[in-house]
């Protein structure tokens, strides 16, 4: 089941910079997108969502773009900080699930943010 | 910040016996499910329980595997007769709606 893939397995950049964390999905009928951050031996954590009929939302340091005709978001974090380094992961919300709340992850992004 | 909270946060149990994770969801919460994510893969769907039922498992959520809220609080997940291949870690995450989930930090299950 690969309906939602992030490609980049990792990512390192340099703090005060941006990183960008990609990730594709191919049904589109996916309707609500997440984005949840994870530190070793913790649960994911939310950080942004985005509906599908935005195509950016942004809170503080993290913005979510949308594209939907390419079936393809975006995490940027800007500027980016040590405490940043966890594994990023993409979910996406079937709307055939819509009242069960089942979400799709994609397989992670590990960021590290260098000082 | 109220949390999910999960317990045991490490299990090591021999094939074929039965295992219970617990979990204690947030108290207004509606919604609760159990996702795992087995060494190096994805985080899996396994199930989500609303009203007191199941409105949707996956087909790893076979009869090995139930839920039950107990006492309004507690939200369990039973493997009855574990395999190796169970061995994962093991997340509660509830919601209010459907949407954004919080996940609890996790129960690791290894079965020899």
């Known amino acids: 089941d690969q309906q939602v893939k992030q490609n980049s397995p990792s990512l390192s950049v340099q703090e005060g910079r941006i990183s960008i964390l990609n990730c594709d999905y191919t049904n589109s009928m996916f309707d609500y997108f997440l984005w949840y951050k994870k530190y070793p031996a913790e649960g994911p954590t939310f950080l942004i969502s985005i509906s599908s009929i935005k195509d950016k939302n942004e809170d503080g340091r993290f913005t979510v773009f949308l594209n939907k005709s390419a079936k393809h978001l975006s995490l940027h974090i800007v500027p980016s900080q040590p405490g940043d380094s966890a594994v990023y992961f993409c979910a996406a919300s079937d709307p055939s699930s819509s009242n069960t709340g089942k979400l799709i992850f994609g397989q992670g992004t590990t960021l590290q943010v260098k000082p | 910040e109220p949390e999910v909270t999960q317990t045991p946060s490490h299990q090591v149990t021999q094939m074929g016996q039965e295992v219970i994770l617990r979990c204690v969801p947030i108290?207004?919460?509606?919604?609760f499910y159990w996702y795992r994510q087995i060494l190096g893969q994805k985080v899996e769907f396994l199930v989500s329980f609303y009203n007191n039922e199941i409105s949707e498992k996956s087909e790893i959520f076979d009869d090995q595997f139930s839920v039950e809220r107990p006492d309004g609080s507690n939200f369990t997940l039973k493997i009855r007769s574990t395999k190796l291949e169970d061995s994962a870690m093991y997340f509660c995450?509830?919601?209010?709606?459907?949407?954004?989930?919080?996940f609890g930090e996790g129960s690791r299950l290894t079965v020899l």
């Open positions: 108290s207004n919460h509606l919604y």
């Open positions: 995450a509830s919601s209010v709606l459907t949407g954004e989930l919080f």
